[in-house]
Nanobody
Framework: QVPPVESGGGSVPAGGSLTLSCLASEYSGCKAWFRQQSGEQREAVAA????????YYADAVRDRFTISQDDSKNDLKLQMNSLMSEDSAMYYCASGFQGGSWKLAGDYSTWGQGTQVSVSS
């Protein structure tokens, strides 16, 4: 298993935008972005699944974030708009989906090291 590699994090003011990228060459039924704030559990942000690239979003980010992947399905992106201070977190790319729910961190076997997103209010 080759771990995903994230990039694109940084510091932005509230209302700003960032695009996160993840190189994840391992085949996976779903690939996802999770985030984790200090002292909190890792939470699902968005996933893209299956041959049709169906997308799923957490309620907190729907209509602000967009997950996508290129035709090779190796380059996963998360476009984040209208960022808020509560979006500040370490963002992780996950692959190696084992089946089950796209929202459950335990259903993914392979994780990147994460990229930090900081939004100032």
């Amino acid at each position: 298993q080759v771990p995903p590699v994230e990039s694109g994090g940084g510091s932005v003011p509230a209302g700003g935008s960032l695009t996160l990228s993840c190189l994840a060459s391992e085949y996976s039924g779903c690939k996802a972005w999770f985030r984790q704030q200090s002292g909190e559990q890792r939470e699902a942000v968005a996933a893209i699944c299956g041959a049709t690239s169906r997308t799923y979003y957490a309620d907190a980010v729907r209509d602000r974030f967009t997950i996508s992947q290129d035709d090779s399905k190796n380059d996963l992106k998360l476009q984040m708009n209208s960022l808020m201070s509560e979006d500040s977190a370490m963002y992780y790319c996950a692959s190696g989906f084992q089946g089950g729910s796209w929202k459950l961190a335990g259903d993914y076997s392979t994780w990147g090291q994460g990229t930090q997103v900081s939004v100032s209010s």
